[in-house]
């Protein structure tokens, strides 16, 4: 069942305790992780859930490519809560250990939630369901809590990919969830191969327009250096292949125009020295930026003529929702929950993955129309608003769903 017309009613009345945990969470040295999951914590603690957060961390070595986690502090204020960071044990190689990580999760971090909060809680809300749901689960059967786990796609769109013990834990965690909430309504049908049809809740998140200085946007284009005449088309994502990274540098080398400009904006990724090397190669102007703060991202999302993410899997893209608060047109591929979000022709346009000739063809296409462009991107922002793709709608349902699960 989708939630774009959810009236929010059940984030009122009595306050009730939650425990949320979430591995891919911000923190002082990894500044721009996922930053979707803190703005759900942020807005669900606005309603009347009161929230305890542990945002399970590895250990880390002092030095090495992963360093930074050793540099992650006890705890943190994010916003209107406070994060606790509790160590465990993250195995490598991945596809071997994953489950001994899980396990180091749960037995981690309930012995660390028993010892520092007031238990038990009235209901836990996980962000992922492995490693965050199966990580609570041994406190939620000892105690009788129910459970919430939520998915943007990785645990489910790459279950076969996983070993057995991994999928088993998967299996055991929805099993004993009271809901498995998820992004977007393809996401939700693969969610029903693993649950009751019952037990499955589309529930968009997204963005919130206010944050946008659209009425700035030519001002901020000459504060970032970009001619009037000058088409920006950006990027937002991690600088990975399954991001379709190697298809944008490919498609944008493609364009026979002077009058393109590539921005790109990433967080992680294997890629990141690959297209900083690129892009030096293009015959386009091209800037490529690390880890920006929200602030100034939101900037680049205001300035941009268009928004190109051509990802080869999705759930429902966060940095989509932000080019429609910024009135930017998408152009993105025709895969998971995307097609939910954009309006094809109306809002922007999608394409087929890992077809940069076809993208290339697009991005020409819209390049030659800026007013079609600036049509999209205004179109985009009502159906944002139209959609209640907002902050708030989402901490309002996931109200709901908390109350039905403590009622259940």
Not at 92 to 109: A, C, E, T
Not at 126 to 147: A, E, F, N, Q
Not at 221 to 234: C, S, V
Not at 258 to 277: F, Q, S
Request: net charge negative; hydrophobic share 35%; proline share 7%.
């Amino acid at each position: 069942m989708t939630t774009d017309d959810s009236s929010g009613t059940a984030a009122r009345g009595d306050p009730y305790d939650v425990l949320a945990c979430c591995i891919h969470h911000q923190s002082h040295s990894l500044p721009v992780r996922s930053p979707f999951n803190h703005r759900s914590f942020d807005a669900i603690n606005r309603t009347a859930a009161d929230l305890d957060v542990v945002v399970p961390t590895p250990f880390a070595p002092p030095a090495g490519p992963h360093s930074e986690y050793d540099r992650v502090p006890r705890t943190e204020r994010w916003g209107t809560y406070v994060a606790h960071y509790p160590r465990f044990l993250y195995m490598l190689p991945k596809r071997r250990f994953y489950h001994v990580s899980g396990d180091s999760v749960q037995r981690r971090v309930t012995r660390y939630v028993e010892e520092t909060f007031e238990t038990p809680h009235d209901v836990v809300h996980t962000s992922d369901i492995y490693l965050d749901g199966y990580g609570m689960l041994k406190y939620c059967k000892r105690h009788d809590v129910p459970l919430v786990v939520n998915s943007h796609a990785v645990d489910l769109h790459n279950f076969e990919s996983f070993n057995d013990a991994v999928q088993k834990r998967i299996r055991e965690t929805v099993d004993y969830a009271s809901t498995v909430a998820v992004v977007s309504d393809e996401l939700a049908e693969v969610a029903r191969q693993f649950a009751p049809a019952e037990k499955v809740e589309t529930v968009p998140i997204g963005e919130d327009p206010e944050k946008f200085p659209t009425d700035r946007r030519p001002a901020i284009r000459r504060e970032l250096g970009i001619d009037p005449d000058t088409k920006l088309l950006l990027y937002v994502g991690a600088y990975t292949e399954q991001k379709g990274l190697r298809d944008l540098v490919e498609a944008v080398d493609g364009l026979a125009r002077g009058d393109v400009m590539l921005a790109t904006i990433g967080h992680e990724g294997d890629l990141r020295w690959w297209l900083l090397d690129r892009l030096g190669e293009l015959d386009h102007p091209a800037r490529s930026q690390w880890r920006l703060d929200p602030v100034a991202l939101r900037r680049w999302q205001v300035a941009a003529d268009a928004l190109v993410h051509p990802s080869w899997s999705e759930g429902r893209p966060t940095v989509m929702y932000e080019a429609m608060a910024a009135e930017t047109a998408v152009v993105g591929s025709a895969v998971g929950g995307i097609p939910e979000m954009v309006e094809d022709g109306e809002t922007g346009v999608l394409v087929p993955p890992k077809e940069p000739e076809t993208l290339t063809a697009v991005l020409n296409e819209l390049l030659d129309d800026p007013e079609r462009l600036a049509a999209m991107g205004a179109a985009g922002r009502r159906r944002l608003v139209d959609k209640g793709w907002t902050w708030t709608r989402h901490a309002e349902r996931f109200a709901e769903i908390h109350r039905e699960a403590m009622n259940g």
